[in-house]
């Protein structure tokens, strides 16, 4: 099952802001709402963005998404510690009757 | 409070079988569609399966079309998976999440805390 695109990692410092980019195709990001997760080791995974750029009740404002075409992005400003985290972005394939997750990107808070 | 916990995950050969649940509270679980996603070792998350509200819509991942089915009980607010001809390559978390949303918006708004299945001989 092949993936959406997205950076292995992504780096910056404290208080700075940080992108994350997920690449689709017109079968996925094109016609369907991408989704965002935050993954913590040991927990379960976090709803951070929803419908392109909605955010679900109690995520901070730092966190914001975006949609072009058949690419996303989720946007987290203000960098602290506790955001060092795996971030997936996902969304249904109408081709594949299925969903489709990228391959995530471990953000590291410098 | 809405919880998902996940159960039955362990170690088995490889051509074994395993059958994977998911106990739902805090929501009425007949009106919700469901999911299967998991995760390898140092690998992303995968989807698995869905499974509509009432059960008679399922959708797989090709990696496991034939293999593995998904089922759910309604009356006792558990959904199910059943994997069948276990592969090293199935070795993953599998976590169980709800499914929300309405037309080409969907999205998955709880998730379990997963249960390990590691297949190796």
């Known amino acids: 099952q092949s993936v959406l695109a997205q950076p292995p990692s992504v780096s910056e410092a404290p208080r700075q802001r940080v992108t994350i980019s997920c690449s689709g195709s017109a079968s996925n990001i094109g016609r369907n709402a991408v989704n965002w997760y935050q993954m913590l080791p040991g927990k379960a995974p976090k709803l951070l963005i929803y419908y392109d750029d909605l955010l679900p009740s109690g995520v901070s404002d730092r966190f914001s998404g975006s949609k072009s075409g058949t690419s996303a992005s989720l946007a987290i400003t203000g960098l602290q510690s506790e955001d060092e985290a795996d971030y997936y972005c996902a969304v249904w394939d109408d081709s594949l009757n299925g969903w489709m997750f990228g391959g995530g990107t471990k953000l590291t808070v410098l | 409070e809405v919880q998902l916990v996940e159960s039955g995950g362990g170690l088995v050969q490889p051509g074994g079988s395993l059958r994977l649940a998911c106990a739902a509270s805090?929501?009425?679980?007949?009106?919700?569609?469901m999911n299967w996603v998991r995760q390898a070792p140092g690998k992303g998350l995968e989807w698995v399966s869905y499974?509509?509200?009432?059960?008679?819509?399922?959708f797989y991942a090709d990696p496991v079309k034939g293999r593995f089915t998904i089922s759910r009980d309604n009356t006792n607010n558990s959904l199910f998976l059943q994997i069948n001809s276990l592969r090293a390559e199935d070795t993953a978390v599998y976590y169980c999440?709800?499914?929300?949303?309405?037309?080409?918006?969907?999205?998955?708004?709880?998730w379990g805390l997963g249960t390990l299945v590691t297949v190796s001989s």
């Open positions: 499974i509509s509200s009432s059960g008679s819509t399922t």
């Open positions: 805090g929501f009425t679980f007949s009106s919700y569609e």
């Open positions: 999440a709800r499914q929300l949303g309405i037309a080409v918006a969907y999205y998955f708004d709880y």
